[in-house]
């Protein structure tokens, strides 16, 4: 082949290139909108889509909270949301941001976060509910304000386990043990669903501090949502078509690494308040199963 013929080749191929990738990153960002991925469900206008869906905010006042949810149902998937949290004297107010299948035994994957009195850390409340059956709570501080800005809230999701993160850094993790005698959520489909309301019979200080509604509303933010994710419709799985666009194979067998590992250890050293696994008042006649085992 000529050199000119070559040359024009290569530059024929980087324009390709260029446009795949560039589109690529056009329906990225196109995905992450609020107007097309989520409803806002309740709070008779508390709750907004802004900024031309790249912003959602929910309030609380006294009359009422507010909260939406995916149109999308999951059965398995990385998911991240970016949240800035209530400021100031958030006492008694919960934000929920979790994964939830219907049902009577319905599966959960659950971050709260439970407001506090100025100057106080939140508490970050973590539960898995699996069947129906949950009491699985771990709490945590965090390492920074939550309210100064937005960080960002990751749920792990695949067949073998569960993992919890904050900015990158897993802080819970949740091992698939069925075959040791411990159910885990992996048949049924969840949206993603988040929530602003009043808690204060037992959000801050076990119910003694009540939310001050002078400070309301209360309002939390979110944005940069993405699912990487097998999305279920019509009783079927995207990452099972055959013309699916969902690429599960980088997390569908994710698991934490050396590096994870280590930083797992260190949430959970200088940041854990609370373990149900390690409760003895609670469970007097023994720690549930998951607890010795692993």
């Given at each position: 082949m000529a050199a000119s013929s070559l040359v024009s080749s290569r530059v024929s191929i980087s324009l390709l290139l260029f446009v795949a990738i560039s589109s690529a990153a056009l329906l990225a960002t196109?995905?992450?909108?609020?107007?097309?991925?989520?409803?806002?469900?309740?709070?008779?206008?508390?709750?907004?889509?802004?900024?031309?869906g790249d912003l959602l905010t929910l309030s609380l006042d006294k009359a009422s909270g507010s909260g939406f949810q995916s149109r999308n149902e999951y059965l398995f998937g990385k998911i991240n949301m970016e949240l800035k949290l209530v400021p100031g004297n958030s006492a008694g107010t919960v934000t929920a941001y979790y994964l939830s299948s219907n049902g009577s035994t319905w599966d959960e994957i659950d971050f709260e976060f439970l407001g506090?009195?100025?100057?106080?850390p939140y508490i970050l409340h973590t539960n898995v509910f699996s069947q129906g059956?949950?009491?699985?709570?771990?709490?945590?501080?965090?390492w920074f304000d939550p309210t100064a800005d937005f960080h960002t809230y990751s749920i792990l999701w695949n067949p073998q386990r569960i993992i919890f993160s904050v900015d990158g850094?897993?802080?819970?993790?949740?091992?698939?043990?069925?075959?040791?005698?411990?159910?885990?959520?992996?048949?049924?489909?969840?949206?993603?669903?988040?929530?602003?309301?009043?808690?204060?019979?037992?959000?801050?200080?076990g119910g003694r501090v009540k939310t001050d509604w002078s400070n309301a509303p209360f309002t939390a933010s979110y944005r940069n949502f993405s699912a990487d994710a097998c999305v279920w419709s019509n009783g079927g799985s995207s990452c099972s078509s055959s013309n699916s666009t969902a690429s599960p194979a980088s997390w569908m067998s994710e698991a934490l690494d050396a590096t994870s590992q280590e930083r797992l250890e260190w949430a959970r050293k200088n940041y854990m308040i609370y373990d149900?696994?390690?409760?003895?008042?609670?469970?007097?006649?023994?720690?549930?199963?998951?607890?010795?085992?692993?």
């Open positions: 196109a995905s992450a909108n609020f107007y097309k991925d989520f409803d806002v469900t309740w709070g008779d206008g508390r709750g907004k889509i802004l900024e031309d506090n009195l100025s100057g106080d059956k949950g009491n699985r709570e771990q709490q945590f501080y965090l850094t897993p802080i819970r993790e949740f091992e698939n043990l069925e075959g040791r005698g411990v159910a885990f959520p992996k048949n049924q489909p969840m949206r993603i669903y988040s929530s602003l309301w009043n808690a204060d019979d037992w959000a801050t200080r149900y696994c390690k409760d003895g008042k609670r469970f007097p006649l023994g720690f549930p199963a998951e607890c010795n085992l692993g």
